[in-house]
């Protein structure tokens, strides 16, 4: 269940650079101006050099653009060219930061949100804390989100509170409950982590021991995408962003005591993976 190497050293990063911000925000106005002046100026610095080395990439070394983008497909050297503003954030990111930076605002209406995903134009929101970790929360808090999330991410129109406190969810593929048909089994085989698209819903299905589970393809920590997610040999899933681990077969958080990844009702049948869709 230990996270590799590189999955602990991303966490701790992240980790670090999360709480250093949180500090500087409570200290008196001199010295947080200072702090963040400080934080520009290192962000300026690398940004130059970062800039340089991908138009040298995309201009001036043969192959350099096709280098470019497998390096821009890596989660960490993404979110690194995003940091210093080469890339621009993704919604989701840009959705996790505004949540983030208001979160002193939302404990004074009652509890915290937690980005689950963006599916433009709806950015699906958890609701956790004094709100009970209900699907509905107190009506200021929600109002307070949609805001939030609508002035400063321009995909967003809408916001809807996601609730996981069933083990399972169904699809929404249509006004009555049925079997929809998903990927054959034996695409599972290559890889133990398979992304599929279910009408609009992106899911993943996961070889889990003897069985397959299949869940929203979406990180319970920040909602980013478990594509690139891989099981270890005791069955359990590492999400490649940040680290957080989970039960290949229920979803459980092992990271995260509480937190799960929303499951679909599956069945294997006829060598292929059913998904019950509807509601």
């Not at 966490?11 to 010295?31: N, Y």
């Not at 999330?149 to 129109?157: F, M, P």
């Not at 929404?172 to 992304?195: D, F, N």
Request: glycine share 12%; net charge negative.
């Amino acid at each position: 269940m230990a996270l590799t190497k590189r999955e602990l050293l991303v966490a701790e990063l992240a980790g670090e650079i999360d709480g250093a911000l949180a500090a500087v925000e409570k200290l008196p106005a001199p010295e947080r101006e200072l702090a963040m002046k400080l934080k520009d100026a290192v962000e300026a610095f690398y940004r130059a050099g970062m800039a340089r080395m991908v138009r040298l990439l995309r201009d001036e070394v043969a192959g350099g653009g096709d280098a470019l983008r497998e390096l821009a497909s890596d989660p960490e050297v993404r979110a690194a060219l995003a940091a210093v503003g080469i890339l621009r954030a993704g919604p989701s990111e840009r959705a996790s930061r505004a949540l983030a930076a208001e979160g002193e605002r939302l404990q004074e209406l009652g509890g915290r949100a937690e980005l689950v995903r963006v599916d433009p134009p709806v950015a699906y929101v958890r609701l956790l804390g004094g709100c009970g970790s209900c699907s509905g929360g107190t009506a200021e808090l929600v109002a307070e989100v949609e805001r939030i999330l609508v002035e400063r991410v321009e995909e967003v129109a809408e916001v809807r509170i996601f609730d996981d406190g069933a083990r399972q969810v169904p699809v929404a593929l249509g006004s009555t409950s049925r079997w929809i048909e998903g990927p054959e089994l034996v695409a599972l085989v290559a890889s133990p982590v398979l992304a599929f698209e279910a009408g609009e819903t992106s899911l993943i299905a996961v070889a889990a021991g003897d069985g397959v589970s299949v869940f929203v393809n979406a990180c319970a920590h920040q909602g980013m995408p478990l594509d690139r997610a891989s099981v270890d040999p005791e069955g359990i899933l590492h999400c490649p962003w940040h680290g957080y681990s989970y039960d290949a077969a229920s979803g459980e958080c092992l990271s995260l005591p509480g937190s799960r990844l929303a499951r679909v009702p599956s069945k294997v049948d006829g060598g292929r993976i059913w998904i019950k869709g509807g509601r």
